[in-house]
């Protein structure tokens, strides 16, 4: 079974702008397929740092001296390339979202195509699962989750549902979830209904778009004048915070103006907003949703 097919591939990794004797970071080791394209343009003084807080990923390391797997979340990616001795680098790549494996294992519980615990987390020492956000979260934070990160317009109904569901029996299963929910899941829309519904739930779960935030905010220190970020995201929530702090390098307000009236910025967007091309879509139809964006440290 194929662990993760590459997004994107080579626009990603020729959006870095490799320096063969430069240091990088793949904050998504995944597959490692992304890491092997960048190894693959080093010199024998390049390194690669990467990034997976998956188990699973840890039995795709690359036995290269150049590579280093680091197995913790992004999030904490300064204070672990420090551990290193790294304090600046040359690229980041993100490949943002679930990987290909996660999906397709059915006990992960990320994939509606299965039946399974209602689990979803990236990390199994992670504390919160997706059942414990579906059988103990109150009636308002489930309709907050359902509303910002489904952006369903149902999200009150939906999680009035959930709440008077558990009061008879736990929702245990994906097949429980769906069974409860099954009001809400037209014939001709279910599989994007109840993407929306696991998407929130996901989201909350792994914390994920905290977690790219504070990952975001830390790359202004790490990269060197003219570093490069490579940023691949897969819905709007996420390409939207993205999008933000190329723009302005914060996610909220606007960027304060310097003595002759000038933003004050850290990045600059290089190129257009790449998107997968039909062909690479038909290979892999996961990649239908991508955007990729890069920018370019002041």
């Given at each position: 079974?194929?662990?993760?097919?590459?997004?994107?591939?080579?626009?990603?990794?020729?959006?870095?702008?490799?320096?063969?004797?430069?240091?990088?970071?793949?904050?998504?080791?995944?597959?490692?397929?992304h890491?092997?394209?960048?190894?693959?343009?080093?010199?024998?003084?390049?390194?690669?740092?990467?990034?997976?807080?998956?188990?699973?990923?840890?039995k795709?390391?690359?036995?290269?001296?150049?590579?280093?797997?680091?197995?913790?979340?992004?999030?904490?990616?300064?204070?672990?390339?420090?551990?290193?001795?790294?304090?600046?680098?040359?690229?980041?790549?993100?490949?943002?979202?679930?990987?290909?494996h996660?999906?397709?294992?059915?006990?992960?519980?990320?994939?509606?195509?299965?039946?399974?615990?209602?689990?979803?987390?990236?990390?199994?020492?992670?504390?919160t699962?997706?059942?414990?956000?579906?059988?103990?979260?109150?009636?308002?934070?489930?309709?907050?989750?359902?509303?910002?990160?489904?952006e369903?317009?149902?999200?009150?109904?939906?999680?009035?549902?959930?709440?008077?569901?558990?009061?008879?029996?736990?929702?245990?299963?994906?097949k429980?979830?769906?069974?409860?929910?099954?009001?809400?899941?037209?014939?001709h829309?279910?599989?994007?209904?109840?993407?929306?519904?696991?998407?929130?739930?996901?989201?909350?779960?792994?914390?994920?778009?905290?977690?790219?935030?504070?990952?975001?905010?830390?790359?202004?220190d790490?990269?060197?004048?003219?570093?490069?970020?490579?940023?691949?995201?897969?819905?709007?929530?996420?390409?939207?915070?993205?999008?933000?702090?190329?723009?302005n390098?914060?996610?909220?307000?606007?960027?304060?103006?310097?003595?002759?009236?000038?933003?004050?910025?850290?990045?600059?967007?290089?190129?257009?907003?790449?998107?997968?091309?039909?062909?690479?879509?038909?290979?892999?139809?996961?990649?239908?949703?991508?955007?990729?964006?890069?920018?370019?440290?002041?």
């Amino acid at each position: 079974m194929e662990y993760h097919n590459p997004v994107l591939l080579k626009e990603s990794i020729d959006g870095l702008n490799i320096n063969p004797d430069g240091v990088y970071v793949d904050v998504t080791f995944g597959g490692g397929g992304h890491a092997k394209e960048i190894l693959s343009r080093l010199s024998e003084k390049g390194k690669l740092f990467a990034f997976d807080q998956d188990e699973d990923a840890l039995k795709n390391a690359i036995d290269d001296e150049r590579f280093t797997l680091i197995h913790e979340n992004f999030r904490y990616i300064k204070r672990f390339l420090r551990f290193y001795g790294i304090k600046k680098v040359d690229g980041i790549l993100g490949d943002f979202g679930v990987s290909s494996h996660q999906f397709d294992v059915p006990d992960r519980g990320f994939s509606i195509r299965f039946d399974g615990d209602l689990d979803m987390r990236m990390s199994t020492k992670m504390k919160t699962s997706a059942y414990d956000v579906v059988n103990f979260y109150k009636e308002e934070e489930l309709r907050k989750i359902f509303s910002v990160y489904g952006e369903l317009t149902n999200a009150k109904a939906i999680a009035a549902t959930l709440i008077e569901a558990r009061e008879e029996t736990a929702i245990k299963t994906i097949k429980d979830l769906k069974q409860v929910l099954g009001k809400f899941l037209p014939q001709h829309a279910e599989h994007k209904v109840l993407a929306k519904i696991f998407q929130a739930i996901r989201i909350e779960v792994n914390e994920e778009l905290l977690v790219i935030e504070e990952f975001l905010l830390q790359t202004t220190d790490l990269l060197d004048k003219d570093g490069r970020i490579s940023l691949i995201s897969y819905h709007s929530l996420e390409d939207r915070l993205v999008k933000r702090f190329i723009r302005n390098g914060m996610f909220e307000g606007e960027p304060e103006k310097d003595f002759y009236g000038n933003f004050s910025v850290p990045f600059k967007k290089v190129g257009k907003l790449v998107i997968p091309s039909p062909e690479e879509i038909k290979i892999n139809s996961r990649s239908r949703s991508a955007k990729l964006r890069i920018a370019k440290r002041l």
